[in-house]
């Protein structure tokens, strides 16, 4: 499948992955300077933050697209994941940006919305107290303008 056949998510998501596969050589490389003493490994550093501050903004435009499939979905909860870690880090932090933090966990309620109301297309919730709350994400996630986290 080439890139123009692919959705959205799924080609942020390769490109994600991308990023990461460039950030673990990156990292590898300045562990092998900072271990001969090689005054490259700051220019690796930086580069290695550079590419990781790049993969989480990738990770926020994907996590307010709505999924058009279940790869999508696996694409989103991988990405749910990530930014649930770096929320828990940005939080443990004692110069913890906060409104970063709340931006951080607002996209991640309307990656979850997304979710819920892409599944409560095939299937059924469980039990009344599920129903209420898929209705009601299904409900948020209609209202929400394409792209766009809820907040901004």
């Given amino acids: 499948m080439t890139m123009a056949n692919l959705s959205r998510i799924a080609t942020l998501a390769q490109l994600r992955s991308d990023m990461f596969d460039d950030l673990h050589m990156v ?15 700051h ?17 926020h435009v994907m996590l307010a697209e709505q999924p058009a499939d279940a790869h999508d979905i696996a694409s989103l909860m991988h990405c749910i994941a990530d930014a649930a870690d770096d929320l828990r880090d940005m939080t443990g932090s ?11 966990a607002s996209l991640i309620e309307t990656a979850a919305d997304n979710v819920v109301a892409f599944l409560a297309k095939s299937i059924e919730p469980r039990n009344d107290s599920e129903r209420r709350r898929t209705a009601g994400m299904v409900q948020k996630a209609a209202l929400i303008p394409f792209n766009q986290p809820k907040g901004e």
């Fill in 27 to 41: 990292a590898e490389k300045g562990a092998d300077f900072r271990r001969t003493g090689d005054l490259r490994s």
């Fill in 43 to 59: 220019d690796a550093d930086k580069l290695e933050g550079r590419i990781h501050d790049n993969a989480a903004a990738l990770a």
């Fill in 94 to 104: 004692k110069s913890a940006n906060m409104v970063e933090a709340a931006r951080l």
